[in-house]
């Protein structure tokens, strides 16, 4: 009687063990906007366009890797949807006044692939290019971010993106 018992009991742990194993593998990726202000909106060279720029992060709560193939960035600009263009960027900055010998530094913006490892996170760089005139409420603007990962789940988080103080003096 007593190893029959033994027997269910263990036969009740191993299905329980392996639907929990199973139910863990799903790809589960949380995306975020960092805490304080990290997206800000500047103004383009041209003058014409704005750059919205920042960082997000992503956490991975499943216990396999996972990576974020594609970005996709988006507006509602008085009711009606607008697509921000973006790609992947390296912009790099001097100091200013520069420094003999000095290198520029160089940040990447929508990496992809930009690898994930499991139960960890990672803090993506963004970046975006906003055409046209938009009403800002309260002094920053809604920006809605949209991560890809390699199995073809979508993920969102809204940003509010800040003025700097060049857009604001218009220079």
């Known amino acids: 009687m007593f190893s029959g018992t033994v027997s269910v009991l263990a036969l009740l742990f191993s299905i329980a063990s392996f639907a929990y194993v199973n139910y863990d593998r799903r790809f589960k990726l949380l995306l975020q906007p960092r805490k304080g202000d990290w997206c800000v909106l ?73 690898s994930i490892p499991a ?27 949209e991560i890809e990962d390699i199995h073809g789940k979508r993920y969102s988080a809204v940003v509010n993106a800040s003025r700097t103080e060049r857009l604001i003096s218009g220079r």
């Not at 139960?119 to 005139?133: F, L, P, Q, S, W």
């Open 119 to 145: 139960y960890t996170g990672v803090e993506a760089r963004i970046y975006a290019m906003v055409k046209g005139v938009h009403y800002l409420d309260d002094n920053y603007l809604p920006v809605t971010v």
């Open 42 to 114: 500047d103004r383009a060279r041209n003058g014409r366009e704005t750059i919205f720029q920042g960082i997000v992060e992503v956490y991975n709560h499943s216990s396999r890797p996972n990576a974020i193939r594609g970005y996709r960035f988006w507006i509602d600009n008085n009711g009606k949807h607008e697509d921000l263009e973006s790609e992947m960027a390296a912009i790099g900055e001097r100091s200013d006044p520069p420094v003999p010998g000095e290198e520029e530094s160089k940040d990447l913006f929508n990496v992809t692939p930009l």
